[in-house]
T-cell receptor, first 114, second 114 residues
């Protein structure tokens, strides 16, 4: 079946640095991808919708200048956490819909900002 | 506002016992409904989904869910729980449009007693 990958699976960085997370759809094209954030023992919160060929759409309360999203191709979306701080430490998950009723999730990227 | 509610944060059942996880939704119209499972260190896996038609849907791993329009509910059930079912379960909903956006419930953590 369809697979969505994320890289890296985990990352530790110093406060103030930027971190890039990649999300790839491996055997289908995705004009839309989603980025979620999950805090420990909490649900997935949609951060933004990544659109190939156009700007990302951010959910209310999500800083677009902090979380830069680039949908470079039909199989790749990247999330860059700029000037990361400890409060940005979280589990970031991407997803890509193959059809409206079929959405595939990546395995997630755990970010720890020291 | 659209929302998905899972009223039970934790549920503990004995292995072999039956299970029901509750999910209620609040939407202007009946959305697409999903149940996902998240095991430690793994990505979200789709258990089952409901779009229309038969209100009792069968999923993987012996799970089923029943859609009840009058109660705005989509409860997940399993007749006999296995120790490997211990995980976090998320109910999610999506509008029947091309946005593909999923809204997740807060999740229910299932613990299985030997």
């Amino acid at each position: 079946g369809a697979v969505v990958s994320q890289h890296p699976s985990w990352v530790i960085c110093k406060s103030g640095t930027s971190v890039k997370i990649e999300c790839r759809s491996l055997d289908f094209q995705a004009t839309t991808m989603f980025w979620y954030r999950q805090f420990p023992k909490q649900s997935l919160m949609l951060m933004a919708t990544s659109n190939e060929g156009s700007k990302a759409t951010y959910e209310q309360g999500v800083e677009k200048d902090k979380f830069l999203i680039n949908h470079a191709s039909l199989t790749l979306s990247t999330l860059t956490v700029t000037s990361a701080h400890p409060e940005d430490s979280s589990f970031y998950i991407c997803s890509a819909p193959e059809r409206v009723e079929t959405q595939y999730f990546g395995p997630g990227t755990r970010l720890l900002v020291l | 506002a659209q929302s998905v509610t899972q009223p039970d944060i934790h549920i503990t059942v004995s292995e072999g016992a039956s299970l029901e996880l509750r999910c209620n939704y609040s939407y202007g119209a009946t959305p697409y409904l999903f149940w996902y499972v998240q095991s430690p260190g793994q990505g979200l896996q789709l258990l089952l989904k409901y779009f229309s038609g038969d209100t009792l849907v069968q999923g993987i791993k012996g799970f089923e869910a029943e859609f009840k329009r009058s109660q705005s509910s989509f409860n997940l059930r399993k007749p006999s729980v296995h120790w490997s079912d211990a995980a976090e379960y998320f109910c999610a909903a999506s509008l029947m449009d091309s946005s593909y956006k999923l809204i997740f419930g807060s999740g229910t953590r299932l613990l299985v007693r030997p």
